[in-house]
Every structure is written in C-alpha cells, then in structure tokens.
C-alpha cells in the first residue's frame, strides 16, 4: 500500500476499512432483475414500493469510485483498492476546486491539510456526518418504509434517520453527529432537511467544516435499479460565504450484506501514524 503524506484516513483507517469491503456474507442471492444472460440488470427501471408510486431506495450501495491519479493526488493513491470514491477526499470534487468558505473556514483547511488529517474524526474513532457518508468507502445500506427510510452504516455501527411522515424538524434540537432529517417526496426526489448537526464536522478528508448553524439539503434520487443519485446543497453561513451545491452518486452492490466494522476494537493503527498524538 503505498500513500504519499501519510494521511491518517487514507493510512491505518482505510486498512481496516478494506478488510470490511472483501469480507462480506458469501452465497448472498438478491433479487434483482437479470439480462437474457442471467447478470444483474443495474440499467433497469428503479422498482417501487408495494403501492406501486413511491420509489424504492432500499438495497446495499457503494459510493461512485473514480481512478486516483498518483501525479496530480496531493494525497497519494491506495493500491489496494479500486479507485477512491468521488469527492472523498475533497467534497467540493477535483483537487484544486475551492468552496466559497469564509476566511477562518479557508485558514482552517490549510491548517488541518498541512496536520496531514490526524485530528479527522475517523481517525479518532467518531461517526461521520451524515453528507461525508455519501462519499465513504464501507457499504451502506438503505431500508425503507412507506414513511421512513434509515441508512445503515458498517463503519462504527452507524444509523441515520429520514422521516416522511408529516413531522417537523425541531425547533431547538440537542445536535448529534447525524442530525435530525425530515423529508418530503417531489415527484421521484426524496428532499430531505437535515439541521442539529454538531459543530466542527467534517465533510472530507481535507477538513471542510460543518457548523452547528449548517441547514443542508440533500435530493436523493433513484436513477435506474443499480444508480442512486444525491444532490446535496449546504447552507451554512458560519462556514461558507453562499449557499453550495454537489452531486454524488452511488452504485447498487448486489448479493452482498453488512458486515460490523468498530475501529476502536484491536486499534494498533495510530500509533504509526506520521504527526499523529499518541499520548
């Protein structure tokens, strides 16, 4: 495994992460649609709920890889995987493209790039926030009801909650690292509000900040039967100039399940971690 800079989430946190990616239930058989062959048709029409409107979300996904480039990635490539998801690294996508961040956000930035990430929350064991999920290398998975959907993650056990129930976001909320998401259907999107975030999140591994006072909204949307698409706008004036927007995809992973991943359980990874604090 080869990385340049030693980044501690593409380093020790990313070896773990892949042992969770290959080691998955075998003999799983989902039920989907199949070519004349007998392969997984991904290109099919995006199936619905048992009223026969409502789309379907539900499934294991993977976020959209894309091939790194070792040249022109400040923060090196893995060699062991296949590709990095889009926007992982840097939410904003690319690498030289910049968010409209205020000036302590930019200075912030700079400073956690240059601390080569050892103060991420992943490094230290922590969920991440809900709009760096959509970008992350483990598997999630989405169950869905008629007024609900929630997002299981392998990494640290995680879950997220999207209510379309008719409730309100509240009006006060304790922050938690995921929030608190209400959504409405417009046609086929799914658009969710998240609010009640904690301070300080981050949204990639370059440490673009989320704040307590971020309103995001997120477009999710199932394009075909195997590609799930997700507009995301963050509104968070504490950290960025103007509104932004960013689009993300992910891929459907058949014949495949969860499996736990908790990396505080036999973590011998930091202290090999170039500037990392030990102690």
């Not at 690498?95 to 961040?101: F, G, Q, S």
């Not at 205020?102 to 929350?121: F, T």
């Amino acid at each position: 495994m080869h990385l340049v800079a030693r980044i501690v989430v593409l380093g020790g946190m990313i070896g773990c992460w892949t042992a969770s990616l290959f080691a998955q239930w075998p003999n799983v058989v989902t039920t989907v649609p199949r070519t004349t062959s007998g392969v997984p048709n991904l290109k099919a029409p995006a199936p619905r709920l048992s009223d026969g409107k409502t789309p379907d979300f539900s499934g294991v996904w993977q976020s959209e890889r894309q091939a790194c480039n070792e040249s022109t990635e400040p923060l090196g490539c893995i060699d062991a995987l296949d590709g990095i998801p889009q926007a992982f690294i840097n939410i904003g996508g690319g690498n030289t493209e910049k968010l409209p961040m205020q000036p302590w956000a930019d200075a912030l930035v700079k400073e956690r790039k240059a601390n080569a990430g050892k103060d991420d929350p992943v490094a230290r064991c922590l969920p991440v926030a809900p709009l760096r999920g959509w970008a992350d290398f483990p598997l999630q998975k989405i169950i869905q009801t008629p007024d609900s959907m929630t997002i299981l993650g392998e990494y640290m056990l995680q879950f997220r909650q999207i209510f379309f129930d008719g409730r309100r976001l509240p009006t006060n909320p304790e922050p938690t690292f995921k929030g608190y998401s209400a959504a409405r259907w417009e046609g086929d999107t799914l658009v969710v509000e998240t609010i009640g975030l904690k301070d300080d999140g981050w949204l990639d591994s370059w440490g673009h900040p989320l704040t307590e006072q971020a309103r995001t909204v997120e477009r999710i949307r199932r394009v075909n039967y195997g590609t799930l698409e997700v507009r995301i706008t963050v509104n968070d004036p504490k950290a960025y100039t103007k509104p932004w927007s960013v689009t993300r995809k992910l891929v459907l992973v058949p014949n495949t399940e969860l499996l736990e991943y908790v990396c505080n359980e036999n973590e011998k990874s930091r202290q090999h971690m170039v500037g990392a604090d030990v102690k």
